[in-house]
T-cell receptor, first 113, second 116 residues
Framework: ETGVTQTPRHLVMGMTNKKSLKCEQH?????MYWYKQSAKKPLELMFV???????ENNSVPSRFSPECPNSSHLFLHLHTLQPEDSALYLC????????????FGPGTRLTVT | AQTVTQSQPEMSVQEAETVTLSCTYD???????LFWYKQPPSRQMILVIR??????QNATENRFSVNFQKAAKSFSLKISDSQLGDAAMYFC?????????????FGKGTKLTVNP
């Protein structure tokens, strides 16, 4: 285990549903990230939070809404998704401004029907 | 913008043999970090090895070592004495050292199969 947990591990939702993904890190890090992992494509960075402040939004559609209430928790709120949004969503954390690597959670496998 | 290229979508190796996974990258920065991550089937992505660009010495971690060629912008991973547990997707990644952005740029990955 890497010290980063994600729930749920699997999620099936319809295009009109609203759901949230949760990430929690137990490593004392001050930066958290959301990535999207689709088959045969590189991991795509979606959002970055440094010290609870969003510092990067990689042109992500507004149907994805992140929330970082504190340095240990990160949420991704989902609404009116499209089938092409089906993917593995990975959360990661790190210590900013160091050589430390990012630690990844197990991911949430999302299927949009 | 930085890019990372892994030219081998799939590789296979016999147990106990050695295999090398390729990675090239493009950057105008002089100082940066390079990483190899391993993602076993249905398991978490974990760091295999890290290389700082300012260090000439190639990083090693037990059976894993890299061949870092800065001028050629090449960063290959060598796995010695391959084990069944090494079977996974391997991702090469790049990260700047400065600028406040901790953004990792990943390659598309190489799927490694280990044959008994």
């Amino acid at each position: 285990e890497t010290g980063v947990t994600q729930t749920p591990r699997h999620l099936v939702m319809g295009m009109t549903n609203k759901k949230s993904l949760k990430c929690e890190q137990h490593l004392g890090h001050n930066a958290m990230y959301w990535y999207k992992q689709s088959a045969k494509k590189p991991l795509e960075l979606m959002f970055v939070y440094n010290f609870k402040e969003q510092t990067e939004n990689n042109s992500v559609p507004s149907r994805f809404s992140p929330e970082c209430p504190n340095s240990s928790h990160l949420f991704l709120h989902l609404h009116t998704l499209q089938p092409e949004d089906s993917a593995l969503y990975l959360c990661a954390s790190s210590q900013v401004s160091s050589s430390y690597e990012q630690y990844f959670g197990p991911g949430t496998r999302l299927t949009v029907t | 913008a930085q890019t990372v290229t892994q030219s081998q979508p799939e590789m296979s190796v016999q147990e106990a043999e050695t295999v090398t996974l390729s990675c090239t990258y493009d950057t105008s920065e002089s100082d940066y970090y390079l990483f190899w991550y391993k993602q076993p089937p249905s398991r978490q992505m974990i760091l295999v090895i890290r290389q700082e660009a300012y260090k000439q010495q190639n990083a090693t971690e037990n059976r894993f070592s890299v061949n870092f060629q800065k001028a050629a912008k090449s960063f290959s991973l060598k796995i010695s004495d391959s084990q069944l547990g090494d079977a996974a997707m391997y991702f090469c990644a790049y990260r700047r050292t400065q600028g406040g952005s901790e953004k990792l740029v990943f390659g598309k990955g190489t799927k490694l199969t280990v044959n008994p």
